[in-house]
């Protein structure tokens, strides 16, 4: 891959780059029905294709916020056709790198000395290259290093860039304005938080230390001596990404271990710690063939409300859906049910959601689940994939939905999509008071 010898970082350069995008997607459509008037069996997949290539170009040359978006958009499934999601996915893992002159420049700037001044042994060209930063290797005292350094300019246009990305938005995801405005409005938050390597810093020593005592879980060490704003230092930890891993034809018993570790690495940040890794895409975990997971990068972490907490999970506890007046309030109180909403409006969405509860809480209800069973990630997919068609939702004014399950249900679809490509059987440990009664029923 080419390296990048400067990023657009004036609002006018990085402006004009997404106007470009917009006038591409436009065109596409054009073309597309254009054609159709000759060919009335022409699909929009290839209008898909066409317009997640275009799109990924400019987002990819941008880097910071535009890149991530589209990495986060490759996660929520439900939000883009599958062309768009297998494009943006390789955003997780790779974009054009910084060239050596930048990253040098970078080092100069916070240290006051380029890399090779503080380090025995620092390769210029990246090892890794995604949204927010880019990863190198280094050696200090016999001690292998990855190095992320952050792109010039990206923490200074996050605000413009997704006021500027909103149009595209518009045109690609099945939201209303309402809840495009709340989706870029925790986006905007998160990237702010994950754009400071100080705050990153912080909270990976606060996690990996509070999480290791979980088995066959390992973290890299972190070094503040070597880090700063915009550029942050770690142990390098081997292991291989879930592809790789999965192409080795790992045995399930191995699959199963990675995967009990992975959900109990997620059961114990929103149980006890109330703070999470909210960015579970497959660029952030390594696994081994001994059965061990690796877990890397805690720049986006979300801290859950108390109050939120509280009532998201009770949800999830499969006897809150015996007690209507409970699961009422709780939906009043979640947002999922709102103000101006007729009584017949009322009937509509409390059935859709008690639906998308009992999807994505089913493997609450068991003591073990199989999460690579036929159908049950695709059983997800379809349902958002319907739900991001209704003219119920498109048509509404109101942003559906507490801000806060953005992230949280991302995780737990990060997770479970993870887990089914694992295809891991899994203990789904949880909370006494998530249990529901005929499970503790099992137990006694």
């Known amino acids: 891959m080419n390296s990048q010898e400067s990023i657009p970082t004036?609002?006018?350069?990085?402006?004009?780059?997404?106007?470009?995008?917009?006038?591409?997607?436009?065109?596409?459509?054009?073309?597309h029905y254009s054609k159709k008037i000759f060919d009335s069996s022409l699909t929009k997949e290839q209008l898909h294709q066409d317009n997640a290539a275009d799109v990924y170009d400019t987002l990819s040359n941008l880097k910071g916020s535009a890149l991530k978006v589209a990495q986060m958009?490759?996660?929520?499934?439900?939000?883009?056709?599958?062309?768009?999601?297998?494009?943006?996915?390789?955003?997780?893992?790779?974009?054009?790198?910084?060239?050596?002159?930048?990253?040098i420049k970078t080092f100069k700037k916070y240290f006051d000395k380029s890399p090779?001044?503080?380090?025995d042994k620092f390769d210029l060209k990246a090892e890794n290259a995604a949204s927010i930063g880019q990863v190198h290797k280094a050696e200090k005292n016999g001690k292998k290093l990855a190095v992320k350094i952050q792109y010039p300019g990206i923490a200074d246009s996050i605000s413009s860039d997704l006021k500027m990305a909103r149009p595209l938005a518009v045109q690609l995801l099945n939201l209303n304005d309402a809840e495009i405005d709340r989706y870029f409005k925790e986006v905007e938050e998160k990237l702010l938080e994950e754009s400071n390597y100080d705050l990153e810093l912080q909270r990976s020593v606060e996690i990996t230390n509070a999480c290791s005592h979980i088995p066959d879980l390992f973290f890299p060490k972190y070094y503040p001596e070597f880090s700063s704003k915009r550029i942050l230092t770690m142990d390098w930890i081997e292991g291989q990404h879930l592809k790789e891993f999965l192409d080795t034809n790992p045995s399930q018993e191995v699959r199963n271990r990675i995967g009990q570790a992975m959900w109990d690495f997620y059961d114990f940040q929103m149980h006890t710690l109330r703070q999470v890794h909210a960015d579970p895409h497959p660029g952030n975990f390594l696994m081994t063939q001994d059965g061990r997971l690796g877990v890397i990068d805690f720049g986006c972490v979300k801290v859950i409300p108390e109050d939120y907490?509280?009532?998201?999970f009770a949800l999830i506890n499969p006897d809150t859906l015996q007690d209507e007046a409970e699961i009422q309030r709780i939906f009043w109180t979640l947002e999922f049910i709102v103000e101006e909403d007729s009584p017949q409006k009322r009937v509509f969405f409390s059935d859709l959601f008690k639906k998308m509860i009992e999807l994505l809480g089913r493997p609450f209800n068991a003591n073990t689940f199989d999460f690579g069973q036929s159908g049950y990630v695709d059983e997800i997919y379809n349902f958002f994939e319907y739900v991001a068609k209704l003219p119920e939702l498109k048509d509404s004014k109101a942003a559906r939905g507490s801000q806060h399950g953005l992230y949280v249900n991302r995780t737990y679809f990060g997770l479970y999509t993870i887990l089914n490509d694992l295809k891991a059987?899994?203990?789904?440990?949880?909370?006494?008071?998530?249990?529901?009664?005929?499970?503790?029923?099992?137990?006694?």
């Open 10 to 31: 004036s609002k006018v350069a990085r402006a004009t780059q997404f106007a470009k995008a917009g006038v591409k997607v436009g065109g596409n459509y054009i073309k």
């Open 116 to 119: 090779s001044d503080m380090f």
């Open 309 to 312: 907490y509280d009532n998201y």
């Open 73 to 103: 958009m490759s996660m929520d499934k439900n939000l883009l056709p599958r062309a768009y999601t297998d494009k943006f996915a390789m955003s997780q893992y790779s974009a054009p790198p910084l060239s050596a002159p930048l990253v």
């Open 425 to 444: 059987e899994i203990k789904t440990t949880k909370p006494d008071w998530l249990t529901p009664r005929h499970l503790k029923a099992e137990l006694v």
